[in-house]
């Protein structure tokens, strides 16, 4: 291992414990803003494997965070307790998954990320109207945990910077291995990546399961968090929306983009709604045009060029 | 012709877009390691003749025969992993990586199962860049190498692959004359060393005859002719396809007086 290598994981296990301690010394509303940013940053991860890494933009994600979120609700009224619904919840979205992915990843480009749309529409129709299981449009409630509030803030904090952690390390190695580099290859060139054997339609299947695992954990999180849930909530096309800009910003395609990315955004969101209370939509959209235009490869990106840039003058140096 | 030493036989291979037939009724074999010259005027179907061989268009009619199996109804994937693979007329790099990855990715989903593994495909790799004279490139992003080096990186990553037969389509295309004096030797070179058995398509006739054991002429998505470089130079079909029909009038007319 290279010092340069240890010194970065040193930082992370840092960054880890810092954040850790972090709710004793914040306000139990900026715990939950940060929870918040957490449970963005798992949903980004899951795009960012699809989109950053595969070039296959999911605009539909938030079935799955909504399949999550009932697949919980649904299973803790029955008595389920949750650490038995959380892979219900996940098998149930993989599921979903595989059998839609199936025929739509054939389409590409924006063709599949309006059918993703589609079919998030779809699921959304049928949880509203399934009023006997779901509870329909108005929603449906969780159990909720019998404890002082801020103790159980703080398991959620907990538990969704668990998650963010996990998802994070395991997008990591998934990235480095045979299958990343076979997901990576089909983003850069479908053709030239199925010509040199690697089965297009297998990997972009799997690479869509894992995206629904890490969403659909995030929505039975935030399920059980919120101890109510309805489908318009839930379902909303705005999460992907969102997450997507989170992803643009942090940098798709980089493993800390997501998670720099939701903190950018969501702290911003913070803000604007506080300075510009009628106008803060407005003043998120200018500065989503602004990083556009001027970061167009994202937070992390951008500093990766640099750096890179660095070492080559560095080199040049050298070899003069 | 034929016999235990055939690799790859093409047999009454179609294909058809409508009314066109790109490919029409094309047969020849290929033995074990032959460099075969695929020639033919531009739109005579060689690059729709090595889709339909390696699985990325749907044939309409006829069979490929692989190592004694019809491959014609497999996945491009499938065909590559067996060892028959193919470089792309214009390139087809994988963008945003660098060279190095560009042909990891070839070993690790190559012929050989055992390159599956990081390590070892990561060392062949390397084996390979070598081979083919990039390794000052190796770290470069493909986006920032020159268009020769492209198309040796395009060579090294279907090499990765450990392929038996290697449909080479047009890799001299946009070379100079000296850049493809290289690339001819390289690959001459490498056919030696790696036992490989090439399909050599090129519409330019001098960079095929001084490398080709034998050349099939496609025109109009027919084969005209099929025989040593000689034969078909010489034969008033080839010249007449190239050159148009006075032309080859005028040759004919001038062998009859000498």
Redesign the interface.
């Known amino acids: 291992m290279s010092n340069n290598k240890k010194v970065n994981i040193f930082l992370l296990i840092i960054a880890v414990v810092l954040f850790i301690f972090l709710p004793r010394f914040l306000s139990g509303y900026m715990v939950r803003v940060i929870t918040t940013i957490f449970m963005y940053a798992v949903i980004a991860q899951g795009m960012n494997i699809m989109s950053g890494y595969m070039g296959y933009l999911p605009f539909g994600n938030a079935m799955f965070f909504g399949i999550g979120a009932y697949v919980t609700a649904i299973g803790m009224s029955k008595g389920l307790p949750f650490l038995v619904v959380v892979p219900l919840a996940a098998i149930t979205a993989i599921l979903f998954s595989i059998l839609l992915g199936l025929p739509v990843l054939r389409l590409r480009g924006h063709y599949f990320a309006i059918a993703t749309i589609g079919m998030s529409a779809a699921i959304l129709s049928v949880v509203k109207n399934a009023t006997e299981i779901t509870g329909g449009a108005m929603g449906t409630t969780l159990p909720i945990i019998d404890k002082d509030p801020s103790i159980v803030y703080n398991y959620f904090y907990l538990a969704m910077f668990g998650l963010m952690v996990i998802t994070t390390l395991s997008l990591y190695f998934i990235i480095?291995?045979?299958f990343g580099?076979?997901i990576?290859?089909i983003?850069?060139?479908e053709?030239?990546?199925?010509?040199?054997?690697?089965?297009?339609t297998y990997h972009k299947v799997v690479a869509w399961a894992i995206s629904a695992l890490f969403t659909s954990i995030a929505g039975a999180l935030y399920a059980y968090w919120m101890s109510f849930i309805a489908p318009d909530e839930v379902f909303d096309v705005m999460i992907a929306v969102n997450t997507v800009v989170i992803m643009l910003i942090g940098g798709a395609?980089s493993i800390l983009g997501p998670i720099i990315g939701a903190f950018i955004i969501e702290l911003f969101a913070e803000v604007a709604w506080s300075a510009f209370l009628e106008y803060h939509l407005a003043a998120l959209g200018i500065i989503i045009i602004i990083i556009v235009f001027f970061v167009p490869k994202g937070v992390s990106g951008t500093i990766a060029d640099f750096i890179k840039r660095k070492k080559i003058r560095a080199r040049k140096r050298v070899s003069i | 012709m034929g016999g235990n030493n055939t690799i790859l036989k093409i047999m009454n291979l179609s294909k058809h877009f409508g009314a066109l037939k790109a490919v029409d009724e094309v047969s020849f074999e290929v033995k074990k390691g032959e460099i075969i010259g695929l020639i033919g005027p531009n739109g005579a179907g060689k690059t729709t003749l090595t889709n339909l061989a390696?699985g990325?268009y749907s044939k309409t009619d006829g069979k490929v025969i692989f190592k004694d199996l019809d491959i014609s109804n497999l996945?491009?994937?499938q065909i590559?992993?067996m060892g028959l693979?193919?470089t792309?007329q214009v390139v087809?790099?994988?963008?945003?990586?660098t060279v190095e990855?560009n042909v990891?990715?070839?070993s690790?989903?190559?012929?050989d199962k055992r390159n599956?593994d990081?390590k070892n495909?990561s060392k062949r790799a390397k084996e390979i860049i070598k081979l083919v004279g990039l390794e000052s490139k190796k770290d470069f992003l493909v986006s920032d190498i020159t268009l020769p080096d492209l198309k040796k990186m395009e060579f090294a990553?279907v090499l990765a692959?450990e392929p038996e037969v290697v449909f080479l389509d047009e890799v001299m295309a946009g070379l100079n004359p000296t850049e493809v004096t290289e690339a001819s030797i390289l690959v001459k070179k490498i056919r030696l060393e790696k036992d490989l058995t090439i399909v050599y398509i090129e519409h330019i006739m001098k960079a095929v005859m001084g490398i080709s054991d034998r050349i099939v002429v496609l025109h109009h998505g027919r084969k005209i002719v099929e025989g040593t470089p000689q034969e078909v130079v010489n034969d008033p079909a080839v010249v007449e396809a190239y050159l148009g029909k006075r032309y080859a009038k005028g040759i004919k007319e001038a062998n009859n007086e000498g």
Do not use: H
């Not at chain 1, 053709?191 to 297009?200: K, L, V, Y």
């Not at chain 2, 690790?108 to 012929?111: A, D, E, T």
């Open positions: 480095k291995s045979r580099f076979g990576r290859s983003k850069a060139n053709e030239a990546a199925i010509s040199m054997g690697i089965n297009t395609g | 390696t990325a996945k491009p994937y590559a992993r693979t193919r792309f087809k790099p994988l963008i945003g990586m990855e990891l990715v070839g690790l989903y190559g012929r599956t990081m495909a990553r692959m």
